[in-house]
């Protein structure tokens, strides 16, 4: 590998983010070299980008939703292959990964988290992390394979919806992909709440009930959902969660709080509700977002609002904290 370095997106301190040459990587045992085709940008590389996270590290280079190309061989797949980094970084050991559910693992880390994402030209991930995608697929969708497979595990959390009514609070990309998955799943009905001009208008375009986003009023008895995915988490949205589930509805939250909010444990009593959280996604819920995207049953480009060169990630940083599109993606050399 060349000592010269490469481009990256650079969080180093306060809110300070830097398009610029960061260190190339250097080979390590389990890893492979990917040459970055698309990253996308979402709200926890804003927490991040804000010094809000509490493990990410000045100089770290972000991005854990990204796709593309094998610079060398694996003994499963040929160098060139398309890929997704599955940014998980579960320790394989502990109890919760001998169950089967890393996602949850006792020591859990992420790349663009814990160590180096995917946000530069060249970087390095978890060999047997890496997932195939079909030729077919094109890799500016397969993008959206991270936060889908974020929107897979939720539904399925929430049990089954088909034939069921389901709310969601919030419709940034992970809101308007879990209600695109509750749909696909079989929901009757589907309403999504969202103070935001600009995102409600992304609920009606993409034909979903938008629903009143007071967070003081109570939603009339035949509004109420059988199943609520909170995708907010805003603390002041979270006093509304509730209000929004039928009686013995589930409640599925989906959105990371900064901390600890209040929660109504009386009402979840006497109405028999059930609270569900859930984390991030497991191996299955990657294969299956892979297939959504491959056969077109979700239409990754409805979800893209802008493509921007990763030499121009502050900016897109910005225009995110601004509030402005959906998903914004990166573009790199691997396209």
Same mark, same amino acid.
């Not at 859930?278 to 893209?304: K, M």
């Given at each position: 590998?060349?000592?010269?370095?490469?481009?990256?997106?650079?969080?180093?301190?306060?809110?300070?983010?830097?398009?610029?040459?960061?260190?190339?990587?250097?080979?390590?045992?389990?890893?492979?070299?990917?040459?970055?085709?698309?990253? $996308?940008? #979402?709200?926890?590389?804003?927490?991040? #980008?804000?010094?809000?996270?509490?493990?990410?590290?000045?100089?770290?280079?972000?991005?854990?939703?990204?796709?593309?190309?094998?610079?060398?061989?694996?003994? @499963?797949?040929?160098?060139? @292959?398309?890929?997704?980094?599955?940014?998980?970084?579960? #320790?394989?050991?502990?109890?919760? #990964?001998?169950?089967?559910?890393?996602?949850?693992?006792?020591?859990?880390?992420?790349?663009?988290?814990?160590?180096?994402?995917?946000?530069?030209?060249?970087?390095?991930?978890?060999?047997?992390?890496?997932?195939?995608?079909?030729?077919?697929?094109?890799?500016?969708?397969?993008?959206?394979?991270?936060?889908?497979?974020?929107?897979?595990?939720?539904?399925?959390?929430?049990?089954?919806?088909?034939?069921?009514?389901?709310?969601?609070?919030?419709?940034?990309?992970?809101?308007?992909?879990?209600?695109?998955?509750?749909?696909?799943?079989?929901?009757?009905?589907?309403?999504?709440?969202?103070?935001?001009?600009?995102?409600?208008?992304?609920?009606?375009?993409? $034909?979903?009930?938008?629903?009143?986003?007071?967070?003081?009023?109570?939603?009339?008895?035949?509004?109420?959902?059988?199943?609520?995915?909170?995708?907010?988490?805003?603390?002041?949205?979270?006093?509304?969660?509730?209000?929004?589930?039928?009686?013995?509805?589930?409640?599925?939250?989906? $959105?990371?709080?900064?901390?600890?909010?209040?929660?109504?444990?009386?009402?979840?009593?006497?109405?028999?509700?059930? %609270?569900?959280?859930?984390?991030?996604?497991?191996?299955?819920?990657?294969?299956?977002? %892979?297939?959504?995207?491959?056969?077109?049953?979700?239409?990754?480009?409805?979800?893209?609002?802008?493509?921007?060169?990763?030499?121009?990630?502050?900016?897109?940083?910005?225009?995110?904290?601004?509030?402005?599109?959906?998903?914004?993606?990166?573009?790199?050399? @691997?396209?």
């Amino acid at each position: 590998m060349a000592s010269d370095g490469v481009q990256g997106l650079s969080w180093t301190g306060g809110r300070d983010v830097v398009a610029a040459t960061v260190d190339p990587p250097s080979p390590e045992d389990g890893w492979s070299l990917v040459e970055m085709a698309y990253v $996308g940008l #979402c709200g926890t590389d804003l927490h991040i #980008c804000a010094g809000e996270h509490p493990r990410a590290r000045p100089g770290l280079v972000i991005g854990h939703e990204v796709v593309g190309r094998l610079m060398e061989s694996t003994p @499963a797949l040929p160098a060139g @292959a398309p890929v997704f980094v599955n940014p998980l970084l579960p #320790c394989a050991t502990c109890r919760l #990964c001998r169950m089967g559910r890393p996602n949850v693992c006792e020591h859990l880390g992420f790349l663009g988290i814990d160590r180096n994402g995917g946000a530069a030209e060249l970087f390095l991930a978890p060999t047997e992390q890496l997932v195939a995608l079909p030729s077919s697929l094109e890799l500016r969708l397969a993008a959206l394979v991270e936060p889908v497979a974020v929107a897979v595990h939720a539904v399925h959390r929430g049990g089954p919806v088909s034939g069921r009514r389901v709310h969601v609070l919030g419709a940034g990309p992970i809101g308007l992909l879990v209600a695109s998955c509750a749909q696909l799943a079989g929901a009757s009905a589907v309403s999504i709440s969202e103070p935001a001009p600009e995102r409600a208008a992304a609920v009606t375009a993409l $034909g979903f009930d938008l629903a009143a986003a007071t967070r003081t009023a109570t939603p009339s008895v035949e509004d109420r959902a059988d199943v609520v995915f909170d995708c907010t988490g805003h603390p002041a949205a979270s006093p509304s969660v509730l209000r929004w589930a039928a009686t013995g509805g589930t409640v599925v939250t989906v $959105g990371s709080y900064p901390g600890v909010v209040g929660l109504d444990l009386q009402d979840v009593m006497f109405r028999e509700l059930t %609270v569900i959280g859930t984390r991030a996604y497991t191996p299955g819920d990657v294969a299956e977002a %892979v297939a959504l995207l491959g056969q077109g049953a979700i239409d990754a480009s409805r979800f893209i609002s802008d493509v921007m060169a990763l030499t121009d990630g502050a900016v897109a940083i910005e225009r995110l904290r601004a509030g402005g599109g959906l998903k914004v993606l990166l573009q790199g050399p @691997a396209t």
